[in-house]
Nanobody, 123 residues
Framework: QLYLVASGGGLVQPGGSLRLSCVVS????????IAWFRQAPGEEHEGISC????????QYADSVKGRFTISRDNAKNTVYLQMNNLRTEDTGVYYC????????????????WGQGTQVTVSS
């Protein structure tokens, strides 16, 4: 059983930065792909980034490519999402999710989910 806890959200002005953390417990992070999703009010979950376990290969949605960077520290069982040049449309609840499989950005690929952290981008 994989448990995930996301943190690091907050209120930031457009153009600002935030770093989200996802701490994994219950099982080693090794062998699990970890992804970040977000959900804006009234919208479906959007997969925005994913990182593989062994080779740390990454994947990004077009909406965040070049602005967000995902990384992982397997020794700390933690995955990070560095978010730069934030825009108002980045506002939403951000979730981390894990799967014992390959990376992807589809909601259905992931069976373990954290509780979410709110990110609000507003002036």
């Amino acid at each position: 059983q994989l448990y995930l806890v996301a943190s690091g959200g907050g209120l930031v002005q457009p153009g600002g930065s935030l770093r989200l953390s996802c701490v994994v417990s219950g099982n080693t992070i090794d062998g699990h792909a970890i992804a970040w999703f977000r959900q804006a009010p009234g919208e479906e979950h959007e997969g925005i980034s994913c990182i593989q376990s062994e080779d740390h290969r990454t994947q990004y949605a077009d909406s965040v490519k070049g602005r967000f960077t995902i990384s992982r520290d397997n020794a700390k069982n933690t995955v990070y999402l560095q978010m730069n040049n934030l825009r108002t449309e980045d506002t939403g609840v951000y979730y981390c999710a894990g799967t014992r499989g390959w990376c992807g950005l589809r909601y259905s690929q992931f069976g373990a989910w954290g509780q979410g952290t709110q990110v609000t981008v507003s002036s």
